[in-house]
């Protein structure tokens, strides 16, 4: 999962102090190893940018159908893994034990989901955006524009702030870099080959992102493995990791006896287990089976038997961050406990600029105390990496959101030239709003930005996961209930939201004077408590108004996505317009504007408006080789099987 679900968030508070650095000089090979990164990087924009139709909605959006298994995996992979997960997992890690890996492993199992159950319905009812698909589904336009609006406030105000602040805190902490400057060239650089590229272009570049943090990620553990000692000295040293300035009548400062256990006590357990299980898979479905980021990617897959390969390669890469982040986290308390275990608040303060505790440093401090010269080089390119392929496919993927779904929308005859300008700015404007939001996040301290994601991933995301659920898999299901469910949810779950940020979490030592509903209640808990109630408002409001005719349903739900019959949409059908597009009178574009749309890929003849897809030409995709479906199943069943041993070795 994301960095928003991985965050202990007991562990920080606001503030306004920034972290402070720790006056690192890089040498000439680290400065040469990122300089090279960023060679290679656009060198791999550049070039799978070329090599692409850029021209038509397809072409850029979903890559032209052309991407293959391996690609997809990685950025699969890449997509999620930030900046931010870096320094959350550790720091959660260093704070709690192994317990948050659980959140990596869980995504085996809904990637696997995605492969089967949610692509092929997916590809079937012939739709780019999550959005559309309600819309289909559903008919109306409220629902869409609902999640389209939601989706993109969730990107800008959440994801995008986490990863620009992690990568800061990184840069900041490791090597004392401007935040201003390393971050707006950061943003600059992913803007170039995002702009220019589309879908393409963030894939393969995702794809050689991924290759440098697995590496540079590994190289780094085994370097800290073998300082202190492999498995069993961190189980025995991170026992141990006490810091010596503790504060009285508490155990604040002390180890979790349960740090090396997956499965937790279900009432007292920061990470009870029933919610590590069934609360967080809640959150994952959202974030792997129906949010654009991740779907956009298997849906640019040239068949149905390469998604399913990339979920199978993705759900693979999700299994190591427990080894590559996780544990490395616990081994940075283990080493240098006085500053990431800190528990004083004037010790936590003068060390991280946070007076509840300094987790969050684990993984950087790591970097900093045990990579030689050159390697240092090595894991900031790895944190950039991180930082600039999640970036990207956010920035791609929110321009798809407002192209096709808020502003065709509203200018249904759009020529496809115009939609790829569009989204081309579109994504220009969130550059800009996230240089904006640079003052915002260097006031706020990691901790409480984390809490802020966490709690808007867990307040939200349920009801979205339980409307698409029963979209799929219950044919009854209509607009009415589908539309209330979520507007319940949305209601419940800001109520849980605004008492949460009304309470400050308590410090070590200090009383909890917070509501019952939150000491009491887990956030999984409530995700769990959420997803049922919006389960509920559908299936009441539902069938208690006339249900959708099944002529509008053919290649919508999972038991129809293979039908043949014709289907009614329930979507008003897109205007043409002859005259809009006609070329007849065009004067030639100035030569400024030819040399824009030729870096754009957009110097091909005017496009006319888009016009809808030919009735079950996306069944094709669907279609498998008996022997690669074989191939698919086999390999999710080892994945699988791999992922319950590892779940049972550590329950």
Known sequence: MS?????????????????????????????????????????VGIWSSVRTNRTTVRGYFLAGRSITWWPIGASLMSSNVGSGLFIGLAGTGAAGGIAVGGFEWNAVWVLVALGWIFIPVYISAEVMTMPEYLAKRFGGQRIRIYMSVLSLILYIFTKISTDIFSGALFIQVSL????????GILLLVTAVYTVAGGLAAVIYTDSLQTLIMVGGAFALMFIAFSKIGWYQGLVEHYMAAVPSVTVANTTCHLPRSDAFRLFRDPMSGDLPWPGLVFGLTVLATWVWCTDQVIVQRSLSAKSLSHAKAGSVLGGYLKMLPMFFIVMPGMISRALFPEEVSCVDPVVCQSVCGASVGCSNIAYPKLVVELMPVGLRGLMLAVILAALMSSLTSIFNSSATLFTLDLYHRA????????????????????????LLWIPVIQTANSGQLFDYIQSVTSFLAPPITAVFLMAIFWPRANEQGAFWGLMTGLAVGLIRMAL?????????????????????????????????????????????TAPISKDHLFRLTWWSRYSQEPRID??????????????????????????????????????????????????????????????????????????????????
Request: charged residues 15%; glycine residues 4%; contains cysteine.
């Open 500 to 544: 949460e940020f009304s309470y400050v979490t308590p410090s070590c030592g200090q009383p909890d004077h917070r509501p019952a509903i939150l000491v009491n209640v887990h956030y999984l808990y409530f995700a769990l408590i959420l997803f049922a109630l919006t389960c509920f408002i559908i299936v009441a409001v539902s069938l208690a």
């Open 176 to 183: 004392g870099w401007d935040l201003y400057l390393s971050t």
């Open 3 to 43: 960095a928003s679900l991985t965050t202990d968030r007991s562990s920080f508070e606001f503030t306004t102090a920034p972290p402070p650095t720790t006056g690192l000089k890089m040498e000439a090979a680290d400065i040469a190893v990122v300089v090279i990164y960023f060679i290679f990087v656009m060198v």
């Open 570 to 651: 329930l979507t008003c059908p897109q205007v043409t317009s002859e005259t809009m597009n006609s070329d007849s009178g065009h004067l030639p574009d100035p030569w400024w504007l030819i040399a824009v749309l030729w870096l754009c890929g957009l110097t091909g003849a005017r496009s006319g408006s888009v016009s809808p897809v030919t009735e079950n030409t996306e069944l094709k995709y669907l279609k498998e080789k008996p022997i690669w479906r074989r191939v698919c199943n086999v390999n999710a069943l080892l994945l699988l099987a791999v992922n319950v041993f590892l779940w049972g070795y550590w329950a």
């Open 411 to 434: 200018r249904l005859n759009a020529s496809e030239r115009e939609l790829m300008i569009v989204g081309r700015v579109f994504i220009l404007v969130l550059v800009c709003v996230s």
